[in-house]
């Protein structure tokens, strides 16, 4: 059994920072694309980062330039950076990655931002 477990959320002001990590457990022997998405209150889940293996990297227009995503091979770990908040970041964040050839997701953590 694989899970995928996030840390880092929390509330902060308008121009504030917050690093989330996500982190896979379990019997795993491969581990493909990486990524975050959010889901906002009465809106559809979206995509924020991907990254490869390789650490080729894709961002949703919205946060590009002010979010990070970065991984951790070793660790099994991928991390999602982000500055410059805005309150339309606002939001569940979900881990989710490609682990032994199936989609695999994480149970989300709050981001909320807010003065």
């Known amino acids: 059994q694989v899970q995928l477990v996030e840390s880092g959320g929390g509330l902060v002001q308008p121009g504030g920072s917050l690093r989330l990590s996500c982190a896979a457990s379990?019997?795993?022997?491969?581990?493909?694309?990486m990524g975050w998405y959010r889901q906002a209150p009465g809106k559809e889940r979206e995509l924020v980062a991907l990254?490869?293996?390789?650490?080729?990297?894709n961002y949703a227009d919205s946060v590009k330039g002010r979010f990070t995503i970065s991984r951790d091979n070793a660790r099994n770990t991928v991390y999602l950076q982000m500055n410059s908040l805005k309150p339309e970041d606002t939001a569940v964040y979900y881990c989710n990655a490609i682990v032994n050839f199936s989609d695999s997701w994480g149970q989300g953590t709050q981001v909320t931002v807010s003065s």
């Open positions: 990254i490869t293996h390789g650490g080729s990297t």
């Open positions: 379990g019997s795993i022997f491969s581990i493909e694309n």
